[in-house]
């Protein structure tokens, strides 16, 4: 497998694995970052629970497709290079229009820091439109929107992380839609309790850690099928 057939494949495992945990559906996309002007990104009308590298394209930040042709990028694509062209940190992106944190942005809840790996999160910024990010404008109003956060919310529309890696930015998209389902059924029985300062800082020194990243990582990619 040479190299950028081995990240296709890691594209792969994460979208099948973002699928699985409920967080995108049949629609949803994940990036990584090849260079300065380039990104593999899955296509838009891939069947996302049986996806393979096929179904990876190569594109530009123009969108334009690089190389044989494996379907064409999402209308969405723009949201990745809008992060990618504003954040040269940013190796990894992931959009989803999961439901649990989606509750909160419809109902102007705020996302809390409830739930110790979730608060890595946190503050999370909200886009304040819920309209697709499928052209410039509304990437670049999105990127100003996270700024150098890790992830952020899109009000009624869905949520986004990046990552210097893969990896990392699949993790952050588990913890932010667990932190809200948690945050959402506490809600029902009371008031939620959120970490303080102190509780934030340990969490963040304790928790920011690429082996956990990778911890994460593995526990869903060894429930994927066909995958060693
Ligand atoms: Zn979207």
Not at 101 to 109: A, C, E, I, P, W
Not at 154 to 160: D, P, Q, T
Not at 206 to 212: F, I, T, V
Request: glycine share 6%; with cysteine.
């Amino acid at each position: 497998m040479d190299d950028t057939t081995a990240l296709k494949q890691q594209l792969v495992d994460c979208i099948r694995m973002l699928e699985a945990a409920d967080i995108i559906d049949y629609n949803g996309h994940a990036s990584l970052r090849l260079d300065d002007s380039h990104l593999l990104i899955n296509a838009g009308n891939c069947q996302r629970s049986r996806l393979t590298v096929d179904d990876i394209c190569t594109i530009d930040m123009n969108g334009q497709v690089i190389g044989a042709a494996s379907g064409k990028p999402p209308l969405e694509f723009h949201l990745h290079a809008g992060i990618y062209r504003a954040r040269p940190d940013a190796k990894a992106c992931v959009h989803a229009h999961p439901k649990w944190s989606t509750y909160l942005t419809m109902t102007g809840h705020v996302y809390l820091p409830v739930y110790a790996q979730g608060s890595l999160l946190y503050p999370v910024p909200v886009l304040d439109s819920p309209n697709s990010i499928n052209n410039r404008d509304m990437a670049d109003r999105l990127a100003a929107t996270l700024g150098d956060r890790p992830g952020a919310l899109m009000k009624s529309h869905g949520a986004v992380t990046v990552g210097k890696t893969l990896v990392e930015a699949f993790v952050l998209a588990n913890y932010m839609e667990e932190n809200a389902h948690r945050q959402y059924m506490a809600m029902q029985i009371g008031k939620p309790y959120a970490f303080d300062e102190q509780e934030l800082a340990l969490c963040r020194e304790k928790l920011w850690s690429e082996a956990l990243f990778q911890r994460a990582w593995d526990h869903f990619h060894a429930k994927l099928p066909g995958r060693p």
